[in-house]
């Protein structure tokens, strides 16, 4: 996957993503903590796109950061109303490198379908890869309740955890598919699936790696502060990425 001059799987060095803290609309505020986080050794930089005037400071936040030579690739995070955004702010949708996409967060029944359609479908104009990005936290309620039922009706059902990790893989592979089926090319695509539970976490995404070809992006949510999510983190990425799993990381 090409974010911008990044690339990402294959045969490219695992990547270092991170984001930043500041309400995206502050664009000098922004742009200082993008250029810091790449001074630092962010090789693409996160950034929250959650209003109209956010989208609307994305283009202003390119430029200063162009300006300033910090040619880091920017990624824009949509919940639930990203749909609405790359829409009514293209200049938005066409200076971000990369889209986070939670499948969780687009919406419920045939609007999540609509929505998140409408998200690949600007991807696809713009010709931009997506991070479909699911999170334990966030999941999809229908597609849980319907594994969960499935599961209850085994002989031998699974433990509601291990249920739980296989509707996070189900998610990000179903909506990879959804995501190609509309036209996004396959290495357009990344995935991930974070949890909050290093054994948890080193589970999911051995699975996941297991059952697609897609780069995955690797990250504990909700680490936690300081030495916590220091040790936390470092425990289940160490793991991963000696066992050649993970293209990217995200360091918060």
């Known amino acids: ?42 090789e693409v930089v996160r950034i929250t796109v959650n209003t109209v005037e956010a989208a609307a400071a994305v283009p202003a936040i390119r430029a200063s950061l162009d ?19 790359l829409t009514q702010v293209p200049e938005c ?35 931009k890869p997506v991070r479909i990005g699911v999170n334990w936290g966030s999941l999809d309620p229908e597609l849980l309740a319907r594994m969960m039922d499935e599961n209850g009706r085994l002989s031998q059902p699974r433990d509601a955890a291990e249920v739980t990790r296989q509707a996070l893989i189900a998610s990000a592979l179903e ?11 396959g290495e357009s695509i990344v ?6 539970g290093v054994q948890d976490l080193i589970r999911v995404y051995r699975d996941l790696a297991a ?7 690797l990250g504990l ?12 983190s470092t425990a289940a990425m ?10 990217t990381i995200r360091v918060s």
């Not at 993503?17 to 500041?22: G, H, L, P, V, W």
């Not at 059952?211 to 992006?217: K, Q, V």
Request: glycine share 12%.
């Open 1 to 42: 996957v090409r974010i911008a001059h990044v690339l990402v799987g294959g045969n490219a060095p695992v990547m270092v993503q991170s984001m930043t803290n500041t309400d995206t609309a502050d664009v000098a505020g922004t742009a200082r903590q993008v250029f810091a986080l790449a001074q630092a050794g962010s």
């Open 67 to 85: 300006a300033m030579g910090c040619i880091v690739p920017l990624v824009g995070d949509f919940h639930f109303n990203g749909h609405r955004l």
């Open 93 to 127: 949708a066409q200076a971000l490198a990369k889209y986070r996409i939670n499948p969780g967060n687009v919406g419920k029944g045939s609007r999540r379908d609509e929505q998140f359609a409408t998200m690949i479908e600007m991807a696809c104009r713009y010709g």
């Open 175 to 185: 909506s990879a598919a959804q995501a190609e089926a509309i036209g996004l090319p």
């Open 191 to 196: 995935l991930s699936a974070k949890v909050s």
């Open 211 to 217: 059952r697609c070809d897609y780069p995955l992006h």
């Open 221 to 232: 949510t909700e680490a936690g502060m300081g030495s916590k999510g220091i040790v936390a």
């Open 238 to 247: 160490a793991v991963l990425l000696q066992e050649g799993i993970g293209d």
